[in-house]
């Protein structure tokens, strides 16, 4: 006596998920009785239709949808991404070879529902834009007044550093030297005139007193001698 079972009898999963379901052979008596399994699937009471089949000595089928595993006459049938057209009734049929004969099991219901929507756990509530959270205020204060250091520190390193190159310069590097101006030696210059006497055309002077206004005087000078020395006398 052969029987098959088909479980569990209802699935109901989200789309994008996988369905697994397990069909169970039991054979009495004929353990090296030949078969294969075949799997079908019904839609709205139609006719069923064969998705997938191994026989009893493969170990694995598998296809981009179906997957079938023979674990020793119990077999796993998974459905892989599922969509909404995959909902349906599903069911195994045992075919044996000698006698001819099939046997079915009973039907299995598979809803798939709609994919759930993704949602994100760390997602906080949105702020108002250019307005930051309370708790941010302080890092950000924090954060400028820090800024605000290591600028002054660095402005005062480089004034620093400035003055210590102005002292270690040398005089001749702080200032340039002013040009000397060329000493200007005053020429002298002689100015040649004539003395002119008023005379009083009216007064009578004598004779004798004209003559002796009109003496004229001399000064004669004479070169300074050198004084002689013995060896220069020697020499005359």
């Not at 299995?108 to 509530?125: F, I, Q, W, Y």
């Not at 210059?189 to 003559?211: C, K, M, N, R, S």
Request: glycine share 6%.
């Amino acid at each position: 006596c052969q029987t098959v079972t088909f479980f569990p009898t209802t699935l109901s999963l989200p789309a994008g998920s996988s369905a697994t379901f397990f069909c169970n052979i039991s054979v009495e008596n004929d353990s090296e009785l030949e078969y294969s399994l075949n799997w079908y699937k019904e839609t709205n009471h139609s006719q069923g239709k064969k998705i997938a089949g191994i026989t009893h000595n493969d170990v694995q089928w598998k296809t981009e949808k179906y997957l079938v595993t023979n674990d020793t006459g119990v077999f796993k049938m998974e459905i892989l991404n599922l969509h909404q057209c995959d909902s349906g009734s599903y069911y195994c049929g045992l075919i044996t070879f000698e006698p001819n004969n099939m046997i079915e099991s009973s039907r299995s219901h598979l809803v798939v529902t709609g994919a759930p929507e993704k949602t994100n756990p760390t997602d906080e509530p949105e702020t108002e834009e250019g307005n930051p959270p309370d708790h941010m205020k302080p890092v950000l204060l924090s954060i400028l007044l820090l800024a605000g250091l290591v600028v002054l520190l660095i402005f005062g390193y480089i004034t620093v550093i400035h003055r210590r190159g102005d002292v270690q310069k040398p005089p001749s590097e702080k200032a340039p030297e002013k040009e000397e101006k060329p000493t200007v030696v005053p020429v002298p210059i002689v100015d040649y005139g004539v003395l002119e006497f008023q005379v009083d055309q009216h007064a009578h002077v004598p004779q004798e007193t004209w003559l002796v206004s009109h003496t004229e005087y001399a000064t004669i000078i004479f070169p300074e001698e050198k004084p002689t020395t013995p060896e220069r006398g020697k020499k005359r």
